[in-house]
């Protein structure tokens, strides 16, 4: 029976999509740098979803995944590299200034903690802004802890990340890895790091996309409601 859910953030919790929308929009209005359409940020997202990815594969640094992919972004555009430090100094900061939840996932981890459920928020985000977005989403009381990889050292799917929230989970109680799962929209940071750790595996796909690097997945939802069914019939 599961009785441990680590939730990952960016794309689960919270809907990264509408924050980066509104955190691009609103830097290109801070630094005066002319408008930033929709088609920007997508072109945006691609740069920054290859850079994270890079940073799975420990082939990059957090701070080369921050600045290159604004520098990369920024000269694909034709916009002024030497505002790309500032540019992320200050996402950091918008990113964290407005919340978007994906389906009805607050009421559902207010409900899973009053019937007893820990649950953890997983991250490899920045601490700045994941900091202020479980602040601002409510999360920080809610939850019984976050493990966010800027504050420990080392990110999603390494092993290491995993070790460090078991020990922050042995301070709550006992629990074997089959009573732990991972929920994530990440194959790459989420489901590889459950198949890592050998916790179960909840795969967050709304979007219907396919299992493309054989990695084993215990259960697949579309809507985080869905995760009820799991730890009820289970
Ligand atoms: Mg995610």
């Known amino acids: 029976m599961i009785k441990v859910i680590l939730w990952d953030i960016d794309g689960t919790l919270l809907d990264f999509g509408q924050a980066e929308n509104y955190a691009m929009k609103k830097c290109f209005s801070v630094l005066e740098m002319g408008e930033c359409t929709d088609a920007m940020v997508e072109r945006y997202a691609a740069i920054n979803t290859k850079y994270w990815e890079r940073l799975e594969r420990n082939e990059i640094t957090k701070q080369e995944v921050l600045i290159g992919r604004f520098r990369e972004f920024f000269e694909n555009e034709g916009l002024p590299l030497e505002k790309a430090q500032l ?56 939850l019984d802890g976050a493990v966010i990889s800027d504050e420990i050292g080392v990110q999603k799917p390494n092993i290491g990340f995993f070790e460090c929230t078991f020990g922050i989970l042995a301070k709550i109680g006992t629990y074997q890895k089959d009573e732990i799962v991972i929920v994530g929209d990440s194959l790459t940071s989420d489901m590889q790091g459950g198949n890592n750790a050998g916790i179960v595996c909840c795969w967050y796909n709304p979007q219907e996309e396919r299992n493309t690097k054989g990695l084993h997945i215990d259960y697949e939802i579309k809507n985080l409601m869905d995760l009820n069914k799991i730890l009820f019939t289970n």
């Open 87 to 142: 540019f992320n100094e200050e996402y950091q900061i918008r990113l964290g200034d407005k919340v978007f939840f994906n389906d009805n996932v607050k009421t559902l981890v207010e409900e899973l903690k009053e019937q007893g459920f820990v649950q953890l928020a997983v991250t490899n985000g920045t601490l700045a802004a994941q900091r202020r977005k479980l602040a601002a989403s409510g999360f920080d009381t809610l």
